[in-house]
C-alpha cells in the first residue's frame, strides 16, 4: 500500500511540474511569416507617431514595412526613449510580418507573442534595468480633466486639423481624439519631443478630447515642450511637468537580420 501511495504521489508531482512547464512557456504564434522589404523602402505614414494597428479579429496580426525598432517599442510597449539604439540596422530594416495566433486571442496575448517572435526570429536579447531619467509627468490639474466619455458608436482615432491663415500658413493645429487614452496620446507626444512622457493622472479609461496647439514666432513647434504644458493645462486641466524619474528602460545587448523566406 505505501509503495502505491509514493507512486501516485510520484505521478501527481510529475504531472504537475508538467503543467508548470506549459504554463512558463512564452506565448507564441501558430505560424509566421516574416519578409525583409527592399533596401530603402520609406516607413509607413503613420509610423512616426507610434500609432500601429497590427492586430485584427480571428488572431491576425499584419505589419507592413516596419522596424526591428518600432516593433520592439510596440510589443514592449515603451517610447523610443526608453532603450538603448543597439545595431544601426534596427532602425533602417523594413520587414513584412503576418502571422497568426487563437482567433480569441487578445492584443496585450498578440504583443506577448510578438516579443517570443523577435526572441526566436530576430535573436533579440535584451536586459531591464531601472533608470532616472528626465522626462514628463502628466498628472490632475486642481480642475476637473476636462475629458468626455465616448459616444456609442465611435471608433478609435486621432485626427489633426490645420487652421490656416489669410497667407495659408498654418497658425494653430487641433488634435481631435476619439476613444483615445491618455497613455496613447503621451506616448505619440513622446516620439515628437523626444522624451519619455510618463501618464501618472490615475485615468486609464478612453476619453474623446480635443487639444489645439498654437505656434508662434518663438515657438514654431506644435509640439513645443512650453505649448503643450499650457495646452495640457488650460484645456484639459492636466499638468505636465519635467522631472527625474524612475523609468523601466530595455537594454539591447544583440539580434540579427532576418533573410529571406523566413516563415514556420
Request: charged content about 20%; aromatic content about 6%; proline content about 6%.
Amino acid at each position: 500500500m505505501t509503495k502505491i501511495l509514493t507512486f501516485a504521489a510520484l505521478l501527481v508531482l510529475s504531472l504537475d511540474h508538467g503543467h508548470c512547464e506549459d504554463l512558463a512557456k512564452p506565448l507564441a504564434f501558430e505560424v509566421a511569416s516574416i519578409t525583409p522589404c527592399p533596401p530603402g523602402t520609406p516607413a509607413p505614414a503613420m509610423e512616426h507617431t507610434g500609432m500601429a494597428d497590427f492586430t485584427s479579429p480571428g488572431g491576425r496580426f499584419r505589419a507592413s514595412a516596419t522596424s526591428l525598432k518600432f516593433l520592439l517599442e510596440w510589443a514592449y510597449g515603451i517610447q523610443p526613449t526608453q532603450h538603448s539604439d543597439g545595431p544601426a540596422w534596427i532602425g533602417i530594416d523594413r520587414y513584412d510580418i503576418v502571422a497568426k495566433a487563437e482567433g480569441n486571442a487578445t492584443d496585450a496575448q498578440m504583443k506577448l507573442m510578438v516579443q517570443t517572435l523577435l526572441a526566436e526570429r530576430f535573436k533579440l536579447k535584451l536586459h531591464h534595468e531601472r533608470k532616472d531619467l528626465s522626462a514628463y509627468v502628466v498628472s490632475v490639474g486642481k480642475t476637473a480633466p476636462k475629458l468626455f466619455a465616448p459616444k456609442d458608436g465611435e471608433t478609435h482615432s486621432l485626427r489633426m486639423s490645420v487652421q490656416t491663415g489669410p497667407n495659408q500658413k498654418p497658425v494653430s493645429y487641433r488634435v481631435i481624439a476619439t476613444r483615445f487614452t491618455l497613455t496613447q496620446l503621451t506616448d505619440i507626444f513622446a516620439r515628437q519631443m523626444e522624451s519619455v512622457i510618463l501618464n501618472q493622472t490615475g485615468l486609464d479609461g478612453e476619453y474623446d478630447f480635443t487639444l489645439d496647439l498654437t505656434p508662434d514666432e518663438e515657438r514654431p513647434n506644435p509640439v513645443d515642450a512650453t505649448l503643450l504644458i499650457t495646452a495640457m493645462r488650460e484645456q484639459l486641466g492636466l499638468t505636465l511637468k519635467s522631472q527625474k524619474v524612475p523609468v523601466d528602460f530595455l537594454m539591447i545587448d544583440g539580434a540579427a537580420k532576418v533573410v529571406a523566406g523566413n516563415e514556420r
